[in-house]
Protein backbone atom coordinates (compact mmCIF):
# COMPACT_ATOMS: atom_id res chain seq x y z
CA UNK A 1 0.00 0.00 0.00
CA UNK A 2 1.51 3.77 -0.89
CA UNK A 3 1.57 6.41 1.62
CA UNK A 4 -1.29 8.21 0.88
CA UNK A 5 -3.53 5.43 0.91
CA UNK A 6 -1.86 4.52 3.97
CA UNK A 7 -2.83 7.43 5.52
CA UNK A 8 -5.98 7.68 4.40
CA UNK A 9 -6.34 3.90 5.75
CA UNK A 10 -5.56 5.66 8.87
CA UNK A 11 -7.85 9.05 8.46
CA UNK A 12 -11.07 6.44 8.57
CA UNK A 13 -9.77 3.55 11.04
CA UNK A 14 -8.62 5.42 13.89
CA UNK A 15 -11.31 7.61 14.67
CA UNK A 16 -14.02 4.40 13.88
CA UNK A 17 -11.88 2.86 16.31
CA UNK A 18 -12.18 4.97 18.94
CA UNK A 19 -16.00 5.29 18.42
CA UNK A 20 -15.62 1.45 18.49
CA UNK A 21 -13.86 1.66 21.59
CA UNK A 22 -16.33 4.43 23.06
CA UNK A 23 -19.80 2.27 22.44
CA UNK A 24 -18.05 -1.09 23.93
CA UNK A 25 -16.97 0.66 26.89
CA UNK A 26 -20.47 2.44 27.65
CA UNK A 27 -22.26 -0.74 27.09
CA UNK A 28 -20.09 -3.03 29.47
CA UNK A 29 -20.34 0.13 31.84
CA UNK A 30 -24.42 -0.14 31.05
CA UNK A 31 -24.67 -3.63 31.72
CA UNK A 32 -22.30 -3.98 35.07
CA UNK A 33 -24.90 -0.57 36.07
CA UNK A 34 -27.60 -3.40 35.76
CA UNK A 35 -26.20 -5.89 38.32
CA UNK A 36 -24.57 -8.46 35.69
CA UNK A 37 -20.64 -8.23 36.67
CA UNK A 38 -18.06 -9.56 34.48
CA UNK A 39 -19.12 -11.61 31.54
CA UNK A 40 -17.03 -15.13 31.16
CA UNK A 41 -16.96 -15.72 27.09
CA UNK A 42 -15.70 -18.43 25.60
CA UNK A 43 -14.38 -17.22 22.46
CA UNK A 44 -13.51 -19.92 19.78
CA UNK A 45 -9.92 -19.99 17.79
CA UNK A 46 -11.13 -18.79 14.49
CA UNK A 47 -11.62 -15.25 16.39
CA UNK A 48 -8.46 -15.42 17.72
CA UNK A 49 -6.80 -16.12 14.33
CA UNK A 50 -8.70 -12.83 13.10
CA UNK A 51 -7.87 -10.48 15.94
CA UNK A 52 -4.51 -11.71 16.81
CA UNK A 53 -2.69 -13.50 13.58
CA UNK A 54 -4.22 -11.31 10.96
CA UNK A 55 -6.42 -13.90 10.16
CA UNK A 56 -3.84 -16.37 8.77
CA UNK A 57 -5.05 -20.50 9.02
CA UNK A 58 -5.26 -22.42 12.03
CA UNK A 59 -2.45 -24.86 10.82
CA UNK A 60 0.20 -21.45 9.86
CA UNK A 61 -0.79 -19.68 13.17
CA UNK A 62 -0.14 -22.94 15.04
CA UNK A 63 3.58 -23.59 13.27
CA UNK A 64 4.86 -20.37 14.05
CA UNK A 65 4.00 -20.72 17.56
CA UNK A 66 5.60 -24.39 18.02
CA UNK A 67 8.41 -23.65 20.72
CA UNK A 68 6.70 -20.79 22.17
CA UNK A 69 5.57 -19.88 25.04
CA UNK A 70 1.84 -17.75 24.92
CA UNK A 71 -0.19 -16.97 27.41
CA UNK A 72 -4.00 -15.52 27.51
CA UNK A 73 -5.19 -13.26 29.87
CA UNK A 74 -9.14 -12.55 30.99
CA UNK A 75 -9.23 -16.16 28.69
CA UNK A 76 -12.51 -17.06 30.34
CA UNK A 77 -14.24 -20.03 29.55
CA UNK A 78 -12.23 -20.87 26.37
CA UNK A 79 -10.20 -23.73 28.43
CA UNK A 80 -13.47 -25.61 28.30
CA UNK A 81 -14.46 -25.50 24.55
CA UNK A 82 -13.16 -27.62 21.99
CA UNK A 83 -13.15 -25.16 19.12
CA UNK A 84 -10.63 -22.48 21.31
CA UNK A 85 -7.49 -21.53 20.64
CA UNK A 86 -6.41 -23.30 24.39
CA UNK A 87 -7.59 -26.57 23.09
CA UNK A 88 -6.33 -26.08 19.77
CA UNK A 89 -3.02 -25.55 21.35
CA UNK A 90 -2.60 -27.97 23.63
CA UNK A 91 -3.67 -30.63 20.61
CA UNK A 92 -0.80 -29.25 18.55
CA UNK A 93 1.67 -29.81 21.32
CA UNK A 94 2.10 -25.55 21.95
CA UNK A 95 3.25 -24.14 25.31
CA UNK A 96 -0.33 -22.22 25.85
CA UNK A 97 -1.75 -21.14 28.80
CA UNK A 98 -5.21 -19.84 29.89
CA UNK A 99 -5.39 -17.06 33.03
CA UNK A 100 -8.15 -16.07 34.48
CA UNK A 101 -9.42 -15.40 38.26
CA UNK A 102 -12.22 -17.37 37.52
CA UNK A 103 -10.70 -20.48 37.69
CA UNK A 104 -10.25 -20.28 41.14
CA UNK A 105 -13.77 -22.25 41.71
CA UNK A 106 -14.80 -25.65 40.01
CA UNK A 107 -16.56 -24.38 36.52
CA UNK A 108 -19.68 -25.77 35.32
CA UNK A 109 -20.67 -23.98 32.03
CA UNK A 110 -24.36 -23.74 32.20
CA UNK A 111 -26.97 -23.03 29.35
CA UNK A 112 -26.53 -19.34 29.84
CA UNK A 113 -22.89 -19.88 29.24
CA UNK A 114 -23.22 -21.84 26.06
CA UNK A 115 -25.75 -19.40 24.68
CA UNK A 116 -23.08 -16.29 25.23
CA UNK A 117 -20.54 -18.94 23.30
CA UNK A 118 -22.90 -18.80 20.41
CA UNK A 119 -23.50 -15.46 20.06
CA UNK A 120 -19.72 -14.95 20.16
CA UNK A 121 -19.22 -17.33 17.16
CA UNK A 122 -18.61 -20.75 18.88
CA UNK A 123 -19.76 -23.59 18.06
CA UNK A 124 -17.70 -25.80 20.08
CA UNK A 125 -18.94 -28.56 22.44
CA UNK A 126 -18.14 -27.67 25.71
CA UNK A 127 -16.52 -30.00 28.98
CA UNK A 128 -16.71 -29.58 32.55
CA UNK A 129 -13.40 -31.78 32.47
CA UNK A 130 -11.50 -30.73 29.21
CA UNK A 131 -7.96 -32.18 28.50
CA UNK A 132 -4.68 -29.36 29.57
CA UNK A 133 -6.28 -27.80 32.15
CA UNK A 134 -2.97 -27.60 34.23
CA UNK A 135 -2.37 -24.83 31.22
CA UNK A 136 -5.59 -22.77 32.73
CA UNK A 137 -4.53 -21.46 35.69
CA UNK A 138 -6.06 -19.06 38.12
CA UNK A 139 -4.77 -15.38 38.36
CA UNK A 140 -4.77 -11.82 38.45
CA UNK A 141 -3.15 -9.84 35.70
CA UNK A 142 -0.94 -7.91 37.68
CA UNK A 143 0.31 -10.98 39.55
CA UNK A 144 1.54 -13.89 36.72
CA UNK A 145 2.96 -17.01 37.95
CA UNK A 146 5.88 -16.89 35.23
CA UNK A 147 9.34 -16.59 35.61
CA UNK A 148 11.02 -13.64 34.78
CA UNK A 149 11.50 -13.13 30.87
CA UNK A 150 9.99 -16.68 30.14
CA UNK A 151 6.67 -16.15 28.20
CA UNK A 152 7.17 -14.93 24.20
CA UNK A 153 3.57 -14.06 23.42
CA UNK A 154 0.66 -12.33 25.62
CA UNK A 155 -2.80 -11.91 24.22
CA UNK A 156 -5.44 -10.36 25.56
CA UNK A 157 -8.97 -9.40 24.14
CA UNK A 158 -11.90 -7.25 26.03
CA UNK A 159 -9.45 -6.76 29.27
CA UNK A 160 -7.41 -3.79 29.63
CA UNK A 161 -10.02 -1.12 28.59
CA UNK A 162 -11.47 -1.50 32.19
CA UNK A 163 -8.07 -0.03 33.85
CA UNK A 164 -7.90 2.71 31.08
CA UNK A 165 -8.63 5.11 33.21
CA UNK A 166 -6.92 3.72 36.40
CA UNK A 167 -3.70 4.71 35.53
CA UNK A 168 -1.94 2.96 38.79
CA UNK A 169 -3.46 -0.52 37.91
CA UNK A 170 -2.93 -0.03 34.17
CA UNK A 171 0.87 0.15 35.46
CA UNK A 172 0.99 -2.93 37.74
CA UNK A 173 0.00 -4.70 35.09
CA UNK A 174 2.14 -3.48 32.36
CA UNK A 175 4.93 -4.00 34.80
CA UNK A 176 3.97 -7.49 35.32
CA UNK A 177 3.55 -8.09 31.21
CA UNK A 178 7.51 -6.14 31.05
CA UNK A 179 8.61 -8.83 33.68
CA UNK A 180 7.50 -12.03 32.41
CA UNK A 181 8.10 -11.24 28.65
CA UNK A 182 11.25 -12.63 26.93
CA UNK A 183 12.99 -9.56 25.45
CA UNK A 184 11.47 -9.69 21.82
CA UNK A 185 8.50 -10.82 23.08
CA UNK A 186 4.92 -9.23 22.51
CA UNK A 187 1.80 -8.11 24.18
CA UNK A 188 -1.17 -8.17 22.28
CA UNK A 189 -4.36 -6.05 23.17
CA UNK A 190 -7.34 -5.73 21.84
CA UNK A 191 -9.42 -3.37 21.91
CA UNK A 192 -7.71 -0.32 23.41
CA UNK A 193 -8.71 3.63 21.98
CA UNK A 194 -5.93 5.16 19.69
CA UNK A 195 -2.91 5.68 22.18
CA UNK A 196 -1.78 8.98 20.41
CA UNK A 197 -5.07 10.33 22.20
CA UNK A 198 -4.15 9.28 25.97
CA UNK A 199 -3.19 11.99 27.56
CA UNK A 200 -1.53 9.62 30.87
CA UNK A 201 -0.51 11.68 33.60
CA UNK A 202 1.08 9.32 36.14
CA UNK A 203 4.61 9.48 35.43
CA UNK A 204 5.54 5.87 36.64
CA UNK A 205 3.05 4.70 33.80
CA UNK A 206 4.65 6.88 30.82
CA UNK A 207 7.90 5.57 32.22
CA UNK A 208 6.27 1.79 31.85
CA UNK A 209 5.18 2.62 28.71
CA UNK A 210 8.96 4.47 27.39
CA UNK A 211 9.95 0.80 27.59
CA UNK A 212 7.74 -0.90 24.99
CA UNK A 213 7.31 -0.05 21.21
CA UNK A 214 3.25 0.29 20.77
CA UNK A 215 1.89 -0.51 17.39
CA UNK A 216 -1.56 0.15 16.90
CA UNK A 217 -3.08 -1.86 13.43
CA UNK A 218 -7.41 -1.93 12.35
CA UNK A 219 -8.60 -5.31 12.67
CA UNK A 220 -12.32 -5.84 11.68
CA UNK A 221 -14.62 -8.80 10.74
CA UNK A 222 -15.80 -7.33 7.44
CA UNK A 223 -19.80 -7.87 7.80
CA UNK A 224 -18.91 -10.03 10.79
CA UNK A 225 -19.67 -8.38 13.39
CA UNK A 226 -18.52 -10.63 15.99
CA UNK A 227 -15.08 -8.86 15.28
CA UNK A 228 -15.26 -5.56 16.15
CA UNK A 229 -13.41 -2.69 14.23
CA UNK A 230 -10.70 -2.16 16.49
CA UNK A 231 -7.97 -1.29 17.18
CA UNK A 232 -5.24 -4.08 18.29
CA UNK A 233 -2.33 -2.46 20.01
CA UNK A 234 0.79 -4.63 19.86
CA UNK A 235 3.09 -4.19 22.33
CA UNK A 236 6.76 -5.11 22.11
CA UNK A 237 9.47 -5.63 24.69
C1 LIG B 1 -14.91 -9.12 29.57
S1 LIG B 1 -14.25 -10.70 29.88
C2 LIG B 1 -13.34 -11.03 28.42
C3 LIG B 1 -13.17 -12.48 28.19
C4 LIG B 1 -12.56 -12.87 26.84
N1 LIG B 1 -11.13 -12.63 26.82
C5 LIG B 1 -13.25 -12.22 25.66
O1 LIG B 1 -12.58 -11.66 24.80
O2 LIG B 1 -14.47 -12.25 25.59
C6 LIG B 1 -12.96 -10.40 31.03
C7 LIG B 1 -12.38 -11.66 31.66
O3 LIG B 1 -11.28 -11.25 32.44
C8 LIG B 1 -11.33 -11.88 33.70
N2 LIG B 1 -10.67 -10.98 34.67
C9 LIG B 1 -11.26 -10.08 35.49
N3 LIG B 1 -10.33 -9.43 36.22
C10 LIG B 1 -9.13 -9.93 35.84
C11 LIG B 1 -7.79 -9.67 36.23
N4 LIG B 1 -7.49 -8.75 37.16
N5 LIG B 1 -6.81 -10.37 35.64
C12 LIG B 1 -7.07 -11.31 34.69
N6 LIG B 1 -8.34 -11.59 34.28
C13 LIG B 1 -9.34 -10.92 34.85
C14 LIG B 1 -12.79 -12.13 33.96
O4 LIG B 1 -12.99 -13.20 34.85
C15 LIG B 1 -13.35 -12.39 32.57
O5 LIG B 1 -13.37 -13.76 32.27
Not at 109 to 120: E, N, P, Q, S
Not at 125 to 140: C, L, R, W
Request: charged letters at 20%; one cysteine or more.
Amino acid sequence: MNFKKRAFGQRITRPLANISFAVMNKQVRAIESSGISMMHTARPFWYYRRVFFQGQSATSVLNDLKGKVIVDIGCGYTPFADDSMFQACHQAGVEFYGVDPLLANQVKIDFKDRLLARAMGSKGNFSNTPEGMSNAISAYADALPFAEQSVDQILTSFLLFVWIKDEAALTKILREFLRVLKPGGVAKLYQLPDWRLMQFENMELIEVLKRFTIKQTFVHGGLDFRVTPAMLTVMGK
